[in-house]
């Protein structure tokens, strides 16, 4: 559980950084 919820906050995280692009 603690992977899947890390890998799908590191996805927003990224997805954050592209929309502030």
């Known amino acids: ?3 899947v919820c ?3 906050n ?3 995280d990224r ?3 592209k ?3």
């Open 6 to 8: 890390q890998a799908l």
């Open 10 to 12: 590191d996805i927003l």
């Open 1 to 3: 559980i603690v992977g």
């Open 15 to 17: 997805m954050a950084k």
């Open 19 to 21: 929309g502030l692009n």
